[in-house]
């Protein structure tokens, strides 16, 4: 766990084995991803999707170094795709929420963005990005209640725990 350099190394070791060993080059870009090399885990991504090009994760894992590459035009196709072939991938559904929000297309990115809290209720950040895409769109009413979701889960992560609670 969190040696990804070991993780890494013993993923090439294998693909020299075998060029085409199943999720060696995904395992490998995600220890990259994790240990900040984002470039190499793109090569990683793209050569594990030469092998698997209907792989979710893969593709969902791609668009993530693409968007932390600030290569958002190039991300979101992906992220289309990969919701595209499963309607209820949350983080999918929340990344290109949040890119189509920065992009100024408020309409769709609710649509996105409602989809992921309702997958993953207990994120704070969905709520609050729903609720500025409802202000944007004047609903109001909407934004106040996703903000009051937001506020009410920042409140219940913030609480201390009693020293006899229970672990």
């Known amino acids: 766990m969190g040696d990804y350099p070991h993780a890494v190394a013993a993923c090439r070791r ?3 084995l075998d060029p085409k060993t199943p999720k060696a080059h995904y395992i490998a870009g995600l220890a990259l991803l994790r240990d900040g090399h984002s470039q190499e885990a793109e090569a990683d991504l793209r050569a594990e999707l030469q092998l698997d090009p209907n792989s979710e994760e893969t593709q ?3 668009a993530f170094v693409l968007l932390q590459q600030s290569r958002a035009e190039e991300a979101v196709p992906w992220l289309e795709k990969v919701v595209a072939q499963d309607p209820n991938h949350a983080q999918a559904n929340h990344e290109l929420g949040k ?4 992009d100024g297309k408020t309409e769709e990115a609710a649509r996105y963005l409602e989809v992921a809290a ?3 209720p207990n994120l704070a950040h969905v709520h609050y990005q729903l609720q500025s895409a409802y202000r944007t769109l004047g609903r109001r009413a909407d934004a ?5 979701i937001y506020k009410a ?4 992560t913030r ?3 009693s020293p006899d609670a229970k672990q």
Request: negative net charge; glycine residues 0%; proline residues 4%.
């Open 153 to 156: 889960i920042k409140d219940k």
């Open 99 to 102: 890119q189509l929000l920065s």
């Open 14 to 16: 294998a693909l020299e």
């Open 60 to 62: 969902y894992n791609l």
């Open 118 to 120: 309702r997958l993953t």
């Open 159 to 161: 609480e201390p725990q």
């Open 144 to 148: 106040d209640r996703e903000l009051q």
